[in-house]
């Protein structure tokens, strides 16, 4: 799916490449984060939800009181307040990693029903109720296992979800595959964030690494990711700083000066313009139980 709505943003998710999943559970009032969409899979298990809306690629409907969706990478989803008049709203969210299960393990014989699953969530997988209801007990129970557990686990409720009835593919138009990847050039680049996000990282930096004058380097990055250079490198600061907002008890300020900021209102400022709302907002939005494993 080509990415055009301005309305859309890309989330810049809390896991970190050395996580294999995020459990979020919280209960809220309202539904108030944006359709969007991130490279991550995503498991989103409402309920006491009726007459909200859902959308999901070019998909939009009203949900029941028991609603569970997958959704695959890039895959443009969210849950809108719609006729919805519950004011103790229960969400489960699991997200893993794009390449938490490699292709050599997926192209074993015994997990091709995972592997088509997961190939049928670019287009947004709904579960009936009645498997919802079923699945609601184990999707609680990730957040209270150790993390090995929880990887098992998830692997397990996967497998099962791909053996069960009346599934639903929402969106008629699918996400294309991310390719940053596949770049072994765009790796180095990731990698050398990755060490070196804290601190000042001019562009010439990083052209000199792969042998690249300015000009062809700041092409590559424009090609590969839809973005200037320095967009690239804040989306991953701001992700640093997202995930430092949910974990740690640091001051905004600490957070943004730890994350490579070093003026608070210039973060301020591309914090709002990436996650579309304030830092304060977004530590207040994740205030229910959260597990990185």
């Known amino acids: 799916m080509k990415i055009t709505n301005p309305s859309f943003h890309r989330e810049i ?30 498991l989103n298990l409402i309920v006491d939800a009726a007459g909200a809306k859902r959308i999901v690629g070019d998909h939009m409907s009203h949900i029941s009181d028991f609603e569970m969706v997958l959704t695959g990478p890039n895959l443009f989803h969210g849950w809108e307040q719609g006729k919805c008049t519950s004011k103790s709203i229960h969400e489960i969210t699991i997200q893993f990693h794009h390449d938490l299960f490699s292709n050599n393990l997926l192209n074993r014989n015994i997990m091709k029903p995972i592997k088509d699953l997961l190939k049928r969530s670019s287009s947004g997988i709904l579960f009936s109720e009645e498997v919802t209801k079923t699945m609601l007990p184990r999707v609680l129970n990730l957040s209270n296992n150790n993390g090995f557990d929880s990887y098992v686990e998830l692997l397990s409720i996967l497998y099962d979800l791909s053996n069960t009835r009346n599934q639903r593919l929402l969106s008629t138009t699918q996400a294309r595959e991310d390719d940053f990847y596949n770049s072994e050039k765009i790796k180095k680049v990731y990698q050398y964030i990755q060490i070196h996000f804290r601190d000042k990282i001019k562009l010439e930096d990083l052209a000199n690494e792969l042998n690249m004058t300015t000009i ?49 209102a210039n973060f301020n400022r591309i914090f709002k313009k990436t996650k579309d709302c304030s830092p304060t907002q977004f530590k207040d939005n994740f205030s229910g139980i959260k597990r990185f494993y």
Not at 228 to 256: H, K, P, Q, W
């Open 13 to 42: 998710t809390p896991l970190t490449p050395g996580d294999c999943l995020m459990v979020f559970e919280r209960t809220k009032e309202s539904f108030d984060f944006p359709v969007h969409f991130h490279p991550e899979y995503e």
């Open 216 to 264: 062809s380097f700041s092409r590559l990055i424009k090609q590969r990711t839809g973005k200037t250079f320095v967009e690239f490198l804040n989306d991953y600061r701001i992700g640093c700083a997202s995930r430092m907002l949910i974990d740690s008890n640091d001051s905004i300020a600490e957070i943004a000066f730890k994350c490579g900021f070093n003026n608070l």
